[in-house]
């Protein structure tokens, strides 16, 4: 009955098919990734490059000193 769990060979082929050799099984699955597209990498700004502001400097109204 508990043949399968105290027999270390047998331990890894199911019950149902004890004569078949297990399947082999690769050690990690990788989902399929295409490469990332270099030309679609954000670009990386220095720590000295200069903040911009989100919004475009034409949308945002200027103020005139009176």
Known sequence: MDRFERDPA?????????????PAQPDKV???MPAPNPDRQPLRTSPEAP???D?????TPREYPE
């Open 10 to 22: 047998s331990a890894a082929r199911p019950p149902e098919c004890p004569d078949c050799d297990p």
């Open 30 to 32: 990788y989902p399929e």
């Open 51 to 53: 903040v911009l502001p």
């Open 55 to 59: 919004s475009h400097p034409e949308a």
